[in-house]
């Protein structure tokens, strides 16, 4: 198993720049989240999906867009790019149930210049 | 609103020397999950805590879970260069029926120094 993979591995983007982040897991998980993780803060959750066709917002949604038509795949869309989106972003997902357990993918760095 | 703290958030060791990280939330949880990252690299899972008073081992990592105090512990033991990373903990917000998502403590960065 790949687990999460995550794509690309870095992306610079100029400012209004539109990107689409990839995440793709081969566990069978119903549940997969996207994170945001910026120096010395931790992790904030942007959005998340409890199966195909349900996404829901996380804590910091504003600049982002989420879709899921497969239970593999979680792609992260970034409309009209901002200096305040250069981060690192994790996609993950889990079972949730019986616990919530996370597996992460290997994360993207985004830069916006 | 569910709040994570960690301490202390960095944390400079001498190899050999034993040492706690702390980490406490402010809502009622019996999960508690324990991630290491190393530089650059992803976040991988330690430890899941699931009980009030639960406690694993790995190596030199011990941790442990108290929830009448909203307490889990990372106890090293004896540390050593291998262990420098940043560790995270993160809690369940209940109820857990209809919430699937961990709140994360900002992390504690751990160097070992020989």
């Known amino acids: 198993n790949a687990g999460v993979t995550q794509t690309p591995k870095f992306r610079i983007l100029k400012i209004g720049q539109s990107m689409t982040l990839q995440c793709t897991q081969d566990?069978?998980?119903?549940?997969m989240y996207w994170y945001r993780q910026d120096p010395g803060m931790g992790l904030k959750l942007i959005y998340y999906?409890?199966?195909?066709?349900?996404?829901d917002k996380g804590e910091v949604p504003n600049g982002y867009n989420v879709s899921r038509s497969t239970t593999e795949d979680f792609p992260l869309r970034l409309e009209l790019a901002a200096p305040s989106q250069t981060s690192v972003y994790f996609c993950?997902?889990?079972?949730?149930?019986?616990?919530?357990?996370?597996?992460f993918g290997p994360g993207t760095r985004l830069t916006v210049l | 609103e569910l709040k994570v703290e960690q301490n202390p958030l960095f944390l400079s060791m001498q190899e050999g020397k034993n040492y706690t990280i702390y980490c406490n939330y402010s809502?009622?949880?019996?999960?508690l999950y324990w991630y290491r990252q190393d530089p650059g690299k992803s976040l991988e899972s330690l430890f899941v805590?699931?009980?009030?008073?639960a406690v694993k081992q790995e190596g030199r990592l011990m941790a442990s879970l108290d929830t009448k105090a909203r307490l889990s512990t990372l106890h090293i033991t004896a540390a050593v260069h291998d262990l420098s990373a940043t560790y995270f903990c993160?809690?369940?917000?209940?109820?857990?029926?209809?919430?699937?998502?961990?709140?994360f403590g900002k992390g504690t960065l751990l160097t070992v120094n020989p």
């Open positions: 993950a997902s889990g079972r949730a149930l019986p616990y919530n357990e996370q597996f």
């Open positions: 566990m069978n998980h119903n549940y």
């Open positions: 999906s409890v199966g195909a066709g349900i996404t």
């Open positions: 809502t009622t949880s019996d999960r």
């Open positions: 805590l699931l009980s009030n008073g």
């Open positions: 993160a809690v369940d917000k209940p109820p857990r029926g209809s919430n699937y998502k961990l709140t």
